[in-house]
């Protein structure tokens, strides 16, 4: 079956602009995770979608990330003013459930100029 | 605060050998380890998952897990050229409070030389 997909697979913005990431998980799947991974790093965890409700977004850096699953399937990550720290590869991850195994999409590679 | 620490590398292995990768975690209540490998500039693909105490084989990979002393390995077998990649260790941890997200490593480099 299709796996996790993300949309765009790269964007370029410039500093202060707005910017919304898309992501599609696998189908059946109700956990949803965003994680954000700059250069020689691992994975840093965002937020975490338990159906359309966000069960946990203790990971946002700060007020200008914001995502939603209006629908319980795909999710949008949102990202206001964008800073040039922002610069990193933005993956999403869907389980069947909070315990089960995570599975990645091919990510959004952002660069903010 | 939840850590999960690796060897940066570059490990470098002859093709052929066993390849070793090392892991340590901070948090003693952590439930579930998984091992990923991410080619550069791509996004990070399953390669085994553990949750109990010893080993588990799978093909040429094979995890261990002692969590008395908080540590996962993944072993590679017969290592070829198509391992060389960052292998991401990652653990999950079912609490009330906390993130509910994988905490990652950084990862370590693996070279195999042909």
């Known amino acids: 079956g299709a796996g996790v997909s993300q949309t765009p697979s790269n964007k370029v913005t410039e500093k202060g602009k707005y910017v919304e990431l898309r992501c599609d998980p696998i189908s059946g799947h109700t956990a949803l995770y965003w994680y954000r991974q700059s250069l020689g790093q691992g994975p840093e965890f965002l937020i975490y979608f338990q159906g359309t409700g966000a069960a946990d977004d203790s990971g946002l850096p700060n007020d200008r990330f914001f995502a939603v699953r209006p629908e319980g399937s795909v999710s949008t990550l949102k990202i206001q003013r964008t800073e040039r720290g922002d610069s990193a590869m933005y993956l999403c991850?869907?389980?069947?459930?909070?315990?089960?195994?995570?599975?990645f999409g091919p990510g959004t590679r952002l660069l903010v100029l | 605060q939840k850590e999960v620490e690796q060897n940066s590398g570059p490990l470098s292995v002859p093709e052929g050998a066993i390849a070793s990768l090392n892991c340590t975690y901070s948090?003693?209540?952590?439930?579930?380890f998984f091992w990923y490998r991410q080619y550069s500039g791509k996004s990070p693909e399953l390669i085994m998952s553990i949750y109990s105490n010893g080993d588990k084989e799978d093909g040429r990979f094979t995890a261990q897990l002692n969590k008395a002393s908080q540590y996962v390995s993944l072993l590679i077998r017969d290592s070829q050229p198509s391992d060389s990649a960052t292998y991401l260790c990652a653990v999950n941890t079912y609490s009330g409070g906390g993130a509910d997200g994988l905490t990652f490593g950084k990862g370590t480099h693996l070279i195999i030389q042909p």
């Open positions: 948090d003693r209540v952590s439930q579930s």
């Open positions: 991850a869907s389980s069947l459930g909070k315990q089960e195994t995570q599975y």
